[in-house]
C-alpha cells in the first residue's frame, strides 16, 4: 500500500463535548488502511481521548495547523459505513455532540481517556496524618488517600472539576503528593483461549485408546452442535473427564491441534421457553403478513403498526417476517422496552433461529455486549434482540426492524443522550430501506394518531387466538369499601372472595401492584414529619425483608429502625403499601397458597427471574404479584384471574400522558388473563372508577380512550400537534439554578424574536431536588419542528455564558417523555 493511499486527513468525532468532528493527519508510521468506524487516540487540549473516524477526506480545512493521530486501537471498523449519518443525525436532532452519540451507541468499556493518578509521599503522610476527622468527613477522599496511598484516576477526575483541585494542586507544590498522569479506561477486550480441532489426519489413523476415542467423540458433538471446528479445550474437558489426558496423546499423535483462538462470553444461559410453530395462522395474522412480506421484499421504507389485542399472536407474526426476511438475505432487529421482556422474545427466537441470534442490553457484563457486539460485525449473527440501546446494533443492512410494546415509556433514555428507542427504530428503517413493526395492543397516541393519517400503515389483529374471549373486567369503587381503622382495605371483598375461589379450583392469580417496597413512606407519631431521603425530595420507601429505607432514585438507605431527624421520636409509623406488604398480606388471608412476587426487589440476577416464570409456567405458583415486570409479553395460560390494587395512582401526576398510561397499563396487565382453554376475569380496584382511562380500559375500548385523549391534547396544543424541548438546569445550590434558570428563560424571550417557540417557565420540576441536586426546567414548544430545532441550534450558544464557573449543569430534552 503506497503512502499517498494511506496517509489520508481523518475527519473525527471525539468523545467530549464538542459537537462538531475535527480534522486529524493519520499516523506517518500508519500501514494500515484507515476507514469509518475504526478507533483513534487523539491529542485534545494538551490531553489524549478516543475519537471515532466519520470519514477520510484528501484536504484539510484552510488555515488550521493539524496534529496527528497517536494511534488507531482497533484491526476494524467497530460500526459499519451506513451507522455514521444515523449518529450524525442524532446528534443534529437531540443537539448532543457526535462523539457522545457514537460513545454511547457503542459497548462500555472501550474508551481510553488521559487520567490523572494521585500518588501521596513519604513527606505527604507525615503532614496529612494529623487531620482532624470532621475534615476527612468532609472530603472522603481524603480517608482513601491516607489508607490506600492513592486515589485512582476516576476519583481524582470528579475531584478536578471542584474547588478541592486547588487543594491536590498545592500539595503538589509542597511535595506532599505526586500527579501522574495516565491513559485509563479501555479495558474491555476480546477474550481469547486454548482450543482445539481435528487435523487433516484424524480419519486416517486407527488404534486409538478409549479415553481417545471418547475425547474425539466430544469434540466432534461441540463442533457440529456450535457450528465451530474449534472448540476450547475447557468445554471438551468439563464434558468429559478423561479429556486432558486424550487431548495431551492426540497433540502428540498430531490428531488434535491447539489455537490461541477468540471465544465468546455467553450471554443466553437457560432458557425455558419453546416456540413452537402454530398449525395454522388467524385470518387476521395472514392478513398481516400478506402486508408485511411483500413489502420486505420489495427492500423499500415501509412503517407498520400492528395493533392487536393481548394474546392475538403479534409474536408469531414477528418470527414469521423474520424468517422471511433471513431468506432474502436481509437481518432483523428486535426492539423491547425491558430486559425482563428481552427474555421472553429471545426464548422464541433461539428457538427458531438458534445460533443466528445475539443480544445486547445493559443487562449482559461489558465483555459479553462486546462479544455480541463483534459477532454482529463480522456477520456471525443476522438477529438482533435488545433493549433501546440495541438501536445502534452494527447491521450494515437490516431489511425488518421490530419494536415490541411500542407504546412503552422505557424506549426513552432519561439521562445523557436522552434517545426515544422507538422513534429512532423509526428513522433506521428509513435510512436502510427496511420495514418497521411498531407493535402494542396499546399503542402511543402518537403513534396511532400516524396510522390514522396515512403515516404509518395500520395492520389490526382484533381477535385471540382460536377466537378465546378476552377477560371480563369488574371495577371496585374503593371508595365504598368499609374502612379498616380510618384506612381503606389493600383488597377488597370481592379480590379476596374470587382469590379463594381461584385457589381453591387449582387455577392461577396474578395480583399487580406498580409499588414495590413494604410501606411507602415512614411518619413520625410524634410531629407528623416523614422520614426523606437526604439527597433527594422525596420520601424514603420501607424494604422490611432487607432492614432498610431506601430511596429508589439515588439509592441512599437508611436503617429500618430509625429515629425521626426533626424530634427524634422513635415512634414512626410505616404508611402505604408496596409488593412486598402485598405479599405479607396475601400469605395471612391465604395460609398455604404458593406466592411468588415478581419486582426489581427479588429478580436482581437473571436466574432470579427465570426461577419464578419456570414456577408459574410450570403450575408450581398459585398466586404471582408483582409490578410492571409481570405486565408485559408473558404468556400464562394457566392464570384465570388478575386483580389490579390502586389503579389509578398514575392520573395524580403533573403529566399531559397520565390518563393514557393508565389505560395502557390496566390493558396490558388485564390482558395476563384467559390466554388459556379457561376464560378470564380482571377485577380492578380504583378510588377515580369514572375516570375515562379506567372506564374504557374495563370495556377493552382503545379507539375511545384515543378519542378523548387526541381531543384533549388538540384543544391544549400538545404532541401530536407540537413538539416540545425541554431545557434542564441543575445544581447544588438551589439559589444558583433558580437565578440561572429564570435569566437563561429571559434570554431566551429576548433571542430571535421573529422565529421563536412558545417559551414556558421556568419553573421547579415537580420533583425539585433529586442526587443532592437542585432542577429547574424551561419547556420550548411549537408546532413547527423545523422552527423548534433552528431556535435550539442557535439558543444553545448561548448556554456557556450561563455557567462560566461550571457550578451548573444545563442539558436538552428533546420529545421529553419524563418530565418530573
Not at 476480546?190 to 489426519?201: D, G, I, M, N, P
Not at 378519542?707 to 384543544?715: A, G, T, V, Y
Request: net charge positive; with cysteine.
Amino acid at each position: 500500500m503506497t503512502p499517498e493511499t494511506i496517509n489520508k486527513y481523518l475527519e473525527v468525532a471525539v468523545s467530549a463535548p464538542i459537537h462538531m468532528p475535527l480534522t486529524y493527519l493519520s499516523p506517518i508510521d500508519n500501514q494500515q488502511h484507515l476507514m469509518p468506524g475504526l478507533r483513534v487516540l487523539v491529542p485534545l487540549g494538551g490531553r489524549k481521548v478516543t475519537g471515532y473516524i466519520l470519514a477520510t477526506v484528501d484536504s484539510a480545512p484552510p488555515g488550521q495547523k493539524l496534529k496527528e493521530v497517536y494511534e488507531v486501537l482497533d484491526n476494524r471498523p467497530l460500526f459499519p459505513l451506513e451507522l455514521v449519518r444515523f449518529f450524525e443525525w442524532i446528534a443534529r436532532y437531540y443537539h448532543y455532540p457526535i462523539g457522545e452519540v457514537i460513545k454511547t451507541a457503542l459497548p462500555a468499556g472501550l474508551n481510553k481517556k488521559s487520567g490523572r493518578r494521585v500518588l501521596l509521599t513519604e513527606k505527604g503522610r507525615i503532614h496529612l496524618s494529623g487531620l482532624i476527622e470532621a475534615e476527612l468527613e468532609n472530603s472522603p477522599w481524603l480517608s482513601g488517600l491516607l489508607d490506600k496511598g492513592e486515589i485512582s484516576p476516576h476519583s481524582t477526575g470528579r475531584i478536578w472539576s471542584t474547588k478541592e483541585r486547588r487543594i491536590l494542586e498545592s500539595w503538589e507544590e509542597k511535595g506532599w503528593i505526586d500527579i501522574i498522569s495516565e491513559l485509563t479506561g479501555g479495558r474491555t477486550k476480546t477474550r481469547t483461549e486454548q482450543c482445539c480441532a481435528l487435523s487433516e489426519r484424524a480419519g486416517s489413523v486407527k488404534d486409538l485408546k478409549v479415553s481417545e476415542q471418547k475425547t474425539i467423540e466430544v469434540l466432534q458433538s461441540i463442533a457440529t452442535a456450535t457450528g465451530r471446528r474449534f472448540v476450547p479445550r475447557r468445554e471438551i474437558t468439563r464434558e468429559y473427564s478423561g479429556a486432558a489426558k486424550g487431548l495431551k496423546s492426540l497433540s502428540q499423535k498430531k490428531i488434535v491441534i491447539f489455537d490461541e483462538q477468540q471465544v465468546y462470553r455467553d450471554p443466553f444461559g437457560e432458557c425455558f421457553l419453546e416456540s413452537d410453530i402454530p398449525e395454522s395462522l388467524t385470518v387476521e395474522q395472514k392478513d398481516a403478513l400478506d402486508s408485511i412480506i411483500p413489502a420486505i421484499k420489495k427492500g423499500r421504507y415501509s412503517p407498520f403498526l400492528l395493533h392487536g389485542v393481548t394474546g392475538s399472536g403479534k409474536t408469531e407474526v414477528y418470527l414469521q417476517a423474520t424468517e422471511k426476511a433471513l431468506e432474502l438475505g436481509k437481518s432483523v432487529l428486535v426492539l423491547v422496552p425491558e430486559i425482563a421482556l428481552a427474555t421472553q422474545i429471545e426464548a422464541h427466537f433461539l428457538s427458531r433461529f438458534g445460533s443466528r441470534v445475539a443480544l445486547l442490553h445493559s443487562g449482559l457484563t461489558s465483555g459479553q455486549r462486546f462479544d455480541q457486539w463483534n459477532r454482529i460485525v463480522q456477520g456471525e449473527a443476522d438477529i438482533v434482540i435488545g433493549a433501546r440501546s440495541a438501536v445502534f446494533a452494527p447491521l450494515a443492512e437490516p431489511g425488518l426492524i421490530i419494536v415490541d410494546e411500542e407504546h412503552d415509556s422505557s424506549y426513552k433514555q432519561d439521562d445523557g443522550l436522552r434517545y426515544h428507542g422507538r422513534d429512532l427504530a423509526v428513522l433506521r428503517a428509513s435510512q436502510s430501506d427496511a420495514v418497521v413493526i411498531l407493535g402494542s395492543a396499546t399503542p402511543s397516541v402518537s403513534s396511532y394518531y400516524h396510522a390514522i393519517n396515512g403515516k404509518y400503515n395500520l395492520l389490526n389483529l382484533k381477535k385471540r387466538i382460536e377466537d378465546r374471549p378476552l377477560p371480563t373486567v369488574e371495577v371496585v369503587d374503593m371508595q365504598t369499601i368499609a374502612t379498616v381503622s380510618g384506612r381503606a382495605p389493600v383488597f377488597s371483598p370481592v379480590l379476596i372472595k374470587n382469590l379463594r375461589e381461584n385457589l381453591a379450583n387449582g387455577e392461577q392469580s396474578l395480583i399487580f401492584l406498580n409499588r414495590r417496597g413494604f410501606a411507602n413512606f415512614m411518619i413520625c407519631k410524634e410531629c407528623g414529619q416523614t422520614v426523606q431521603c437526604r439527597n433527594c425530595q422525596v420520601s424514603m420507601t420501607l424494604h422490611k425483608g432487607a432492614g432498610k429505607l431506601l430511596c429508589h432514585y439515588c439509592g441512599f438507605t437508611l436503617p429500618g429502625k430509625t429515629v425521626c431527624s426533626n424530634c427524634q421520636s422513635t415512634s414512626l409509623a410505616a404508611i402505604g403499601t408496596g409488593t412486598e406488604r402485598l405479599e405479607q398480606n396475601l400469605s395471612e388471608l391465604l395460609p398455604g397458597a404458593r406466592i411468588a412476587r415478581l419486582d426489581r426487589d427479588t429478580c436482581l440476577k437473571r436466574n432470579d427471574y427465570l426461577r419464578i416464570l419456570k414456577a408459574v409456567h410450570k403450575g408450581e405458583t398459585d398466586i404471582l404479584l408483582g409490578t410492571q415486570m409481570v405486565t408485559k409479553g408473558h404468556h400464562f395460560p394457566n392464570i384465570t384471574l388478575v386483580g389490579i390494587v390502586l389503579a389509578d395512582t398514575g392520573l395524580g401526576l403533573p403529566d399531559f400522558r397520565a390518563g393514557e398510561r393508565t389505560f395502557q397499563l390496566i390493558s396490558q396487565v388485564t390482558g395476563r388473563a384467559g390466554r388459556g382453554e379457561k376464560p378470564g376475569r380482571v377485577i380492578v380496584q380504583t378510588f377515580q372508577p369514572e375516570h375515562y382511562s379506567i372506564k374504557m380500559a374495563q370495556r377493552h375500548d382503545y379507539s375511545g380512550m384515543y378519542s378523548k385523549e387526541i381531543e384533549l391534547r388538540k384543544s391544549l396544543g400538545y404532541p401530536p400537534f407540537s413538539r416540545i424541548i425541554n431545557i434542564k438546569i441543575e445544581g447544588r445550590d438551589e439559589k444558583t439554578v433558580k437565578d440561572t434558570a429564570i435569566r437563561l428563560a429571559t434570554r431566551a424571550r429576548k433571542f430571535q424574536k421573529k422565529l421563536q417557540p412558545e417559551i414556558l417557565g421556568p419553573a421547579p420540576a415537580p420533583l425539585m431536588r433529586l442526587r443532592d441536586r437542585f432542577r429547574w426546567q424551561i419547556l420550548l414548544k411549537s408546532k413547527m419542528l423545523e422552527l423548534l430545532h433552528g431556535f435550539m441550534n442557535n439558543f444553545q450558544s448561548e448556554f456557556a455564558t450561563f455557567n462560566k464557573a461550571g457550578k451548573i449543569k444545563i442539558s436538552i430534552d428533546v420529545d421529553p417523555e419524563y418530565m418530573m
